[in-house]
């Protein structure tokens, strides 16, 4: 009679091999992304629609909204500061083309950055607000993150940059 597949030494020995590859892991020796470090952010579809080039520089676009964030590097993932990002979105002053809701703002020493503005309101169905960073010296990233709920009063991100 043959021995079954699994017996006590197949089992033994697979065990000795999960746990030498779970050891393995922190390391970034198993999972190619774990050994370049953070990956960088790409860019969502439909996330520059209505996109204005140098939207200019604001303090606050409106009151009772924020949108909020941090940008940091690919790779090492340290935190980016004076970086230029873009807002735009459908607010009760009205659509994504409206100049009144289109401003950029720079990021503090902490990779993070925050605008004011007026209430974000459903456009196609969904409240959303749309992000850019396009300056050049990393690579193009627009986002369009979607708020689960239409009486939302913020929406946050993360913007991770890839040199160019």
């Known amino acids: ?6 017996n006590r030494r197949s089992f033994l020995f697979s065990a000795g091999l999960a746990s030498a590859f779970t050891a393995l892991e922190p ?5 190619p992304a774990s050994a370049i470090g953070l990956a960088p952010t790409r860019s969502m579809r439909g996330g520059s629609n209505n996109y204005r080039p140098n939207a200019p520089m604001v303090d606050r676009l409106g009151s009772g909204f924020w949108v909020s964030g941090r940008v940091r590097r690919a790779g090492d993932g340290a935190p980016l500061e004076g970086v230029r990002i873009q807002i735009w979105a459908a607010t009760t002053l009205g659509g994504e083309r ?3 809701n289109h401003g950029s ?5 902490d990779g993070s950055f925050r605008l004011e503005m007026e209430q974000i309101v459903p456009n196609f169905g969904q409240p959303h607000a749309h992000l850019a960073y396009d300056d050049g010296a990393y690579e193009t990233v627009f986002l369009r993150p979607v708020m689960p ?7 946050s991100t993360e913007f991770v940059l890839a040199p160019v």
């Open 1 to 6: 009679m043959k021995s079954p597949f699994y």
């Open 27 to 31: 390391f970034g020796l198993l999972s």
């Open 149 to 155: 709920s239409a009486s939302d009063t913020s929406v």
């Open 105 to 109: 703002v720079l990021t503090a020493a």
């Open 98 to 100: 409206e100049p009144r």
